[in-house]
T-cell receptor, first 110, second 111 residues
Framework: DVKVTQSSRYLVKRTGEKVFLECVQD?????MFWYRQDPGLGLRLIYF???????EKGDIPEGYSVSREKKERFSLILESASTNQTSMYLC?????????FGQGTRLTVV | GDSVTQMEGPVTLSEEAFLTINCTYT??????LFWYVQYPGEGLQLLLK?????DKGSNKGFEATYRKETTSFHLEKGSVQVSDSAVYFC??????????FGTGTSLTVIP
């Protein structure tokens, strides 16, 4: 089975902190994605990556950056966390027609 | 651009009731269509998919048929169970590799 693992289930950070969310997949997939999930808004794409060191902006990249130094790892970075970034963050990897999701990280910025 | 619209929730049904969750899409050409399910506290899991017009995806008693003429992919189940309580997302994947998701429909099944 494909496994996508996010490093934390729950995080609480202070406003202004730099926050790293880590995601690792074990199936050698080229494509990886970061989404945020908010009530009534569904999933919105933040960034995605087609290969190592490649990244593309999604629909809501402002306030975020990403890093893909190794194929299996895709990191989401909040440069200076703000309260409006409190959300559920979902990582996914994809090959062929199916996307596989991690269990999510619920981030609270106080 | 590509988009997915699914029915607003929440939906509450009694056990063994019939379920329909409507989903329509906007896209040029022939996207692949998906239903994902999110159980409480978990990430999304693929429930079923269809990759071309008139295909029917099915899994765990759920079904959805890719209707090109109505640009729809409605999710149905004949008899829901308490364990089906979850949030259901309709999605499409078209040119490139990006997925587009609906806003999700929360389903609660009561005994």
């Amino acid at each position: 089975d494909v496994k996508v693992t996010q490093s934390s289930r729950y995080l609480v950070k202070r406003t202004g902190e730099k926050v790293f969310l880590e995601c690792v997949q074990d199936m050698d997939h080229e494509n990886m994605f970061w989404y945020r999930q908010d009530p009534g808004l569904g999933l919105r794409l933040i960034y995605f990556s087609y290969d190592v060191k490649m990244k593309e902006k999604g629909d809501i990249p402002e306030g975020y950056s990403v890093s893909r130094e190794k194929k299996e790892r895709f990191s989401l970075i909040l440069e200076s966390a703000s309260t409006n970034q409190t959300s559920m963050y979902l990582c996914a990897s994809q090959k062929g027609t199916e996307a596989f999701f991690g269990q999510g990280t619920r981030l609270t910025v106080v | 651009g590509d988009s997915v619209t699914q029915m607003e929730g929440p939906v509450t049904l009694s056990e063994e009731a019939f379920l329909t969750i409507n989903c329509t899409y906007t896209a040029t050409g022939y996207p692949s269509l998906f239903w994902y399910v999110q159980y409480p506290g978990e990430g999304l899991q693929l429930l079923l998919k269809a990759t071309k017009a008139d295909d029917k995806g099915s899994n765990k008693g759920f079904e959805a048929t890719y209707r090109k003429e109505t640009t729809s992919f409605h999710l149905e189940k004949g008899s829901v169970q308490v364990s089906d309580s979850a949030v259901y997302f309709c999605a499409l994947r078209h040119t490139g590799n990006q997925f587009y998701f609906g806003t999700g429909t929360s389903l609660t099944v009561i005994p």
